[in-house]
């Protein structure tokens, strides 16, 4: 089955640096992307996703990056704020549906220091 | 945007009894409704998926005779934790999709602490 592996576990920043995390998923057939954002004993809630016909996306100072011969893509922040902090989890979609089951990445806790 | 629901947001029970959490798609249809269990510090990993009119599908090394799941309407998946034990304590959180080019989303999750 999918296997997806996410690293660092941990990421410390100052305010207005940039923060990277890099996911690797094992299925070929994935095609999508989503990358969550997760507060502490909150829901994930979807920040940026992307589909494997694309190899970069962007939404203001989040930008994700698809390598699909690599299998691996990563998610960017720039401009980081102490707003950010919080665990952000990368996950691939089995399949080729959108709507379909999700497995996740270990997650990074990324810390935005002010 | 489209919501989903969960309840209840936290339940304590004692070893032994069953717990129901229910998830509700509030403006859409989902055939489709997908179990998550989330320990401490840890990444979501997945239960079952919950298909509406037919029997769940579970992960590897899901009990399906403890996590009972039943996904009787478009808009409700239930799950049961039959014989709660302490070591069942988590964050249960399911999430639905609407359609099929649209992302999931996920309930605000239910906190299960067995004594």
């Known amino acids: 089955g999918e296997n997806v592996e996410q690293h660092p576990s941990t990421l410390s920043v100052q305010e207005g640096d940039s923060a990277v995390i890099k996911c690797t998923y094992s299925?070929?057939?994935?095609?999508?992307f989503p990358w969550y954002k997760q507060e502490l004993g909150k829901r994930p809630q979807l920040i940026i996703d992307?589909?494997?016909?694309?190899g970069e996306k962007k939404d203001q100072r989040i930008a994700v990056t698809l390598n699909k011969t690599a299998k691996h893509f990563s998610l960017h922040i720039t401009e980081t704020q102490p707003e950010d902090s919080a665990v952000y989890f990368c996950?691939?979609?089995?399949?080729?549906?959108?709507?379909?089951?999700?497995?996740f990445g270990q997650g990074t806790e990324l810390s935005v220091k002010p | 945007g489209a919501v989903v629901s969960q309840h209840p947001s936290w339940v304590i029970c004692k070893s032994g009894t069953s717990v129901k959490i229910e998830c509700r798609s509030l403006?859409?249809?989902?055939?489709?409704m997908f179990w998550y269990r989330q320990f401490p510090k840890q990444s979501l990993m997945l239960m079952a998926t919950?298909?509406?009119?037919?029997?769940?599908?579970?992960e590897q090394g899901v009990e399906k005779d403890k996590f009972l799941i039943n996904h009787a309407s478009l808009t409700l998946s239930t799950l049961t934790v039959t014989s709660a034990h302490p070591e069942d304590s988590s964050f249960y959180i399911c999430?639905?999709?609407?359609?099929?080019?649209?992302?999931?989303?996920f309930g605000n999750g239910t906190r299960l602490t067995v004594t």
């Open positions: 999430s639905a999709s609407g359609t099929y080019n649209s992302p999931l989303h």
């Open positions: 996950a691939a979609s089995i399949g080729y549906n959108q709507g379909g089951k999700l497995i």
């Open positions: 919950s298909n509406e009119g037919s029997k769940a599908t579970y």
């Open positions: 992307i589909r494997s016909n694309v």
């Open positions: 299925d070929s057939a994935s095609n999508y």
């Open positions: 403006d859409f249809q989902a055939t489709t």
